[in-house]
């Protein structure tokens, strides 16, 4: 199986600020890499698709770059509706599962 | 706008069988997508379980294949879960979701909680 890593585990950051998470893949996953974004209580959301596609609706302050093994997801201008927890996830197709990386949960400072 | 609701018991005995529906709206399932499930132990990460293409092709979790069953329903537009020999290991959160690649999940259920339990 591809394991996914990301870091920080918890970012402390203010609104306004500009955030970015890092995850890494154990093999080459090409572009295959999606960003979710979940709030307590509430079913994960698709933020960014193939590593820097912004899915529609998300909006611009978030984006997402990256290939092979490392990939970012970077919020231009933290807003207080940002403040959730973020997992990567690949979907290579040629290598189910398609596993999510533990998730980094943005708080206020 | 596709909708998808699931349901099933929220208990399970250990060792029984957790079977749930999904119901989908706003789409037909037929026309096409992958169809799968996800699921989240209480204050855990999320677990990728399987997917089903809408022709009946499936793609499982290696982890949980020989426990694992996806079928899909498309007189009732739904789709279904079922996961044997369920142990407290199991207890989770269960989401449904449309696939709009085989792994790539969009958009999902509201999910429903299974407590594997005696």
């Known amino acids: 199986d591809i394991q996914m890593t990301q870091s920080p585990s918890t970012l402390s950051a203010s609104v306004g600020d500009r955030v970015t998470i890092t995850c890494r893949a154990s093999q080459s996953i090409s572009s295959w890499l999606a960003w979710y974004q979940q709030k307590p209580g509430k079913a994960p959301k698709l933020l960014i698709y193939k590593a820097s596609s912004l899915e529609s609706g998300v909006p611009s302050r978030f984006s997402g770059s990256g290939s092979g093994t490392e990939f970012t997801l970077t919020i231009s201008s933290l807003q207080p509706d940002d403040f959730a927890t973020y997992y990567c996830q690949q979907y290579n197709s040629y290598s189910p599962p398609f596993t999510f990386g533990p998730g980094t949960k943005v708080d206020i400072k | ?118």
């Open chain 2, 1 to 118: 706008q596709v909708q998808l609701q699931e349901s099933g018991p929220g208990l399970v005995k250990p060792s029984e069988t957790l079977s749930l529906t999904c119901t989908v709206s706003g789409y037909s399932i037929s026309s096409g997508y992958y169809w799968g499930w996800i699921r989240q132990p209480p204050g855990k990460g999320l677990e990728w379980i399987g997917s089903i293409y809408h022709s009946g092709s499936t793609y499982y979790n290696p982890s949980l294949k020989s426990r694992v069953t996806i079928s899909v329903d498309t007189s009732k537009n739904q789709f279904s879960l079922k996961l044997s020999s369920v142990t407290a290991a199991d207890t989770a959160v269960y989401y449904c979701a449309r696939g709009i690649a085989a792994g790539l999940i969009d958009p999902w259920g509201q999910g429903t909680l299974v407590t594997v339990s005696s």
